[in-house]
């Protein structure tokens, strides 16, 4: 079992950037295959991709809406995942949640929530326009 706890998220106006870290109490997150997703405010409520990591760190994608903005990656005590936000915009305001995947392979990144077994409660990121 593994727990995820995200921090990091707050209030910041458009244009401002934010750095989510994702933490796992007790395991290296260098055994996991690691994602961000994000859940809007609204009906549909939907879990949406942000961002993945491969299970050796090598490989990172983005969803279209974060590419050239965000950044995922691993800190260096290798228990911690960032995800660096930039230039952000009203649309990104969203609850965003880090998930881990423990049996992966190497050369693949896992971009969907079924794909994801141990997830974090969210951190809350609200950008005023």
């Known amino acids: 079992q593994v727990q995820l706890v995200e921090s990091g998220g707050g209030l910041v106006q458009a244009g401002g950037s934010l750095r989510l870290s994702c933490a796992a109490s007790?395991?290296?997150?260098?055994?996991?295959?690691m994602g961000w997703f994000r859940q809007a405010p609204g009906k549909d409520r939907d879990f949406v991709f942000v961002?993945?990591?491969?299970?050796?760190?090598?490989?990172?994608f983005y969803a279209d809406s974060a590419k050239g903005r965000f950044t995922i990656f691993r800190g260096n005590t290798k228990n911690t995942l960032y995800l660096q936000m930039n230039s952000l915009k009203p649309e990104d305001t969203a609850v965003y949640y880090c998930?881990?995947?423990?049996?992966?392979?190497?050369?693949?990144?896992?971009?969907?929530?079924?794909?994801?077994?141990?997830w974090g409660q969210g951190t809350q990121v609200t950008v005023s326009s």
């Open positions: 007790g395991r290296t997150l260098s055994n996991y295959a």
């Open positions: 998930a881990a995947r423990p049996r992966y392979d190497e050369s693949t990144v896992y971009i969907g929530r079924g794909d994801y077994t141990y």
């Open positions: 961002a993945a990591i491969n299970g050796i760190g090598s490989t990172t």
